[in-house]
């Protein structure tokens, strides 16, 4: 089985990387945990390079030794302007799995520039990344997302969000949402909810 772990590098320096070492500790112990997890600070290339770039493993947890390949790129965020509401069937996606059919299947299903995936009446995530909703006081993202992201982790850490139960009816209670991931902060991207198809 195949993961990926896509991680920041921002003016030669890897971000998180406390956080991502301990979301690929928990791939090992769950799918393979007879064999020792790679140490991300060891295996990552030192990049002393300016500017934002996306730095991927893809690693492969079977028995032996894990194998990876890294690869690197100079990060662009896309430009997404609304959102659509999209009802998903329950899958599992707790770890960043290689195989993405799922997510793929219901992106494919939108006319907006991404989606949000609601599960049994309850918001989740988008595509690619975790929901910050803002109600004009405080930040809140779901607690039923289907990863619980590296971003969102932090965040949560450094309380500048909570975790909060969030409907699809919910939404339009909030002014805006801000997409998160490992390579988007907090504000990088967001939509107004009114640009969110329901």
Do not use: C
């Not at 140490?39 to 493993?57: W, Y």
């Not at 939108?110 to 803002?134: Q, R």
């Amino acid at each position: 089985m195949r993961f990926i772990e896509s991680i920041k590098l921002q003016d030669g320096k890897y971000l998180n990387l406390v956080l991502h070492q301990s979301r690929v500790d928990g791939v090992f112990n769950k799918y393979n945990p007879r064999t020792k997890s790679p140490t991300l600070e060891e295996i990552l290339p030192q990049l002393d390079m300016k500017g934002v770039f996306k730095v991927r493993m893809i690693y492969d947890v079977s028995d032996g030794d894990a194998t990876y390949d890294i690869e690197y790129a100079e990060y662009i965020p896309r430009k997404i302007e609304s959102l659509q509401v999209v009802q998903s069937e329950l899958f599992d996606y707790s770890f960043k799995y290689e195989n993405r059919d799922p997510i793929n299947i219901l992106a494919s299903r939108a006319t907006a520039d991404d989606i949000i995936i609601a599960m049994n009446g309850s918001i989740t995530d988008g595509s690619y990344f975790n929901l910050a909703f803002w109600d004009g006081t405080n930040w809140f993202t779901p607690d039923t997302p289907l990863l619980k992201g590296i971003k969102r982790s932090q965040l949560i850490n450094e309380r500048k969000i909570s975790e909060k139960s969030i409907k699809e009816e919910d939404i339009l209670s909030f002014e805006k949402v801000s997409l998160i991931n490992a390579m988007l902060d907090l504000g990088d991207i967001e939509v107004p909810t009114d640009q969110i198809i329901t």
